[in-house]
Every structure is written in C-alpha cells, then in structure tokens.
C-alpha cells in the first residue's frame, strides 16, 4: 500500500513537471512569436494552452484521491502544494496566450523599437519561474527563498515599461494601440514573475512547513 | 472524533466566510473610493487586505491539519476546494487594493466623465461574487453553474470601456494619465468576475464530482 502511494505519488510529481516544461515553453514561445514577429508561432499557443488546462484538471483529480490515502503530514503538504504550484503553472499559461494573441495584433502594423527592459523583463521572469521549479525538485528552499526579492525588480521593470510607452503615445498618437499592446505584455510577464514567486513560497512552504507568504520575510534574504 | 472533525470543518467553512465578506467589502471600498473620490476611503484598502492574506495563511494551516483527518472523499474535496477558493478571495483582495491606489492616483486630477460601463462591470463583477459564494453556502450547483456564463459579459464590457478610454485619450492626450488608470481599474474588475468564475466552478465541483473547467460546459446552461 504504502509503494503503491509512494509510486503514485512520483506519477503526480511527474506530471507537475511536464506541465512545467510546458508552460515554460509557452512562454519562451509567446515572447519569440513577439521578438520575432513570427504569428504562426503565436497561433500555437492558445492551443497548447488547452493541454495545459488539461493537465491541471488531471493533477486535481490524482491529487485528491491521493489526499484520501497520504499516510504522512508531510506527504499532505506536498500533494496540496502541487495542487497551489498546478494553478500557478495553468495561469501562467494564460498569461503566455495573452502575449501571444497581442503578438498577433502587433504584427499588423510596423514594428516599434525594441525595448532593452522588455527583453530584460522577459529574461527575469522566466529565470524566476525556472529557479523556483528547480527548488522543488531539490526541495531546496535556499534556492525558493532566493526568487521573491527578484519580484520587486521584475515591478520596476514593468513600471519603467509603462513609463516609456506612456511617453511614447504622448508624443507619437499614431503608436498609441500597440504601445497599449506592449503595456499588456509587459504586465502579463509581471505577473508570470508573481507566480514563480507564490511557486517558490510554497516550495519554501514544503519544505519549512513555515508560511512565508505576506510576510516580507522572503525578501530579507 | 468525528463530531470533532465536524466541528473544526465548520470553524474552517466559518473562516472562508468571513474572508468572503471582507474580500467583497474591500471591492465595495475601493470602488466606492473611485467613484465619490475619496482617497481616505482607498487608504484603508491595503490595510484591510493584509487582514485578508492573513485569514488565507490561517485557513490553509487549518485545513492541512483537517486534511489529515478527513474520513470521507467527499470532506476531502470540501476541504481543498475551501483552500483553492480562500486563494481567489486573496487575489480578489490584491485586485481591490490595486484599484484603491488608482482611486487615489486618480483624484490628483479633474475628474472624467462618469462611465456607465464601468459601473455596470463593477456590479456584474459583485453580483458575480456574491452569486458564486451563496452557492458555495448552499451547496447549489445550479447557482453556480449560472456565474460562468457571466464572464463573457465581464469580458465584453471591459473591452467596451478599454476602447472608449483610447478613444479619449486619443482625441485629447491630456486624460493619457487618467484614461490608463481607469484602464487597471477595469482590468481589476474583470479579474474579479474571473475569480467569481473559478469559485464558482469549485462549487460545482464540490457538488458533483465533476470539473466543469475549461470545458465550455459552465457556458452552457
């Protein structure tokens, strides 16, 4: 009984990374579809954000009838904290078929500057969301403890964004939609970084049975 | 022991009540702080709001402790449902405080016309809401199947006033600031008709055992 939970619960643990990979990749693909100007790319997205979906109904569904069999405290923590880790992984998939739809209407008119923050955002928030993926896999929580600090500047560089395409409209009406567009994708990366954040306090969580969440203490160190 | 489960699982659906009507008290506030421009009001917002991430920290402390107790499948699901809808109610509290900080942002300057499309989304969003938690006191998956179908609406009025915003600021570049605040504001409403959604869909799968996620089949009926 007790292999059999063990067995079942590394099935759970692994599809938990699967639908990591695979929301990582959307955004990695979103955000090249972007760059690049590349829609068909884009237009991948949304469909493979279905599968993300999926998974998350999938993982609900082992999970709780796992709950019912846990034998320990600490495997209760771990199979809740797949199912917070499991949502936060599905709305970053939303947010990836966000970005990737307003690729889509950015290509339909010239290209605007690049933006070095943009890049550097984009950049931020998927090293954030990679470090607390690896933190539960190593149950490391040195590593989960290091991401929320991170999250203040991945808000500085989204305030900054704003800033700068706010100029830019005032000056330029003519760039106004796609600096609109631009503001949602900034914002979209802003909260992929939120949810690598509220990832790696639970991973902190897992492994401290401490709530770190709202206490500022994450960002002390 | 298990009259004392019953017990300790009704402290905790009391918990989620009292975030439920903190969390829709802060939407009211904020909203309430918009309209009649009173920042004093949107000052107590973000306070109010750490009150709510503190219920959140206590209740998932609470029901891992029950989880572990859990006799039936059926209490399994009360209890992770009650955690994932605690977290909605947590982001529904971030959503107002954000649209408390515009409150303020926004009286620094004349007032903008009144926009009843953003009334009408704040009472959809609401009405949202407080439909998706009656239906949680109940146990009505009838009710609750009713609020999904909502969010088309949520999502068309915000698309509305985003383009009358534009509109605006294109015509007169001076309400840029203004037009982008109101902008956040109706994206937050928005969310909260998103989170009203996924709560909803919790109760309909605390009723039936079934996840009506993503399946287009809350839109149905």
Sequence with gaps: ???????????????????AGLAEALVSRAMKALETRAP???????????ALDRLEIEIDEMAVLLLAKAPLASDLRLITA????????????????????RAVELNLEPPLPPSPELRRLHE???????????????RDPVKARSVPPRDKQADTLNKQIHRHLTD?????????????HLMVVSKCLERIADHA????EDVVYLCEALDIRHTGKGESD
Tied chains: 1, 2.
């Design 40 to 50: 068909e790319l884009a237009q991948l997205v949304p469909e493979e954000d279905d």
């Design 1 to 19: 009984m007790t292999l059999h939970f063990q067995h079942e619960l590394g099935l759970l643990k692994e599809k938990l990374l699967t639908m």
């Design 197 to 200: 954040t509220n990832i790696a």
């Design 168 to 180: 830019l409209m005032a000056r330029d009406a003519g760039t106004m939609n796609r600096c609109l």
């Design 124 to 138: 931020s928030a998927l090293a954030m969301l990679a470090q607390a993926l690896e933190a539960f896999v190593r």
């Design 82 to 101: 797949i199912m917070k880790i499991s949502r936060d992984l599905e709305r970053i998939g939303d947010e990836a078929t966000t970005i990737a739809r």
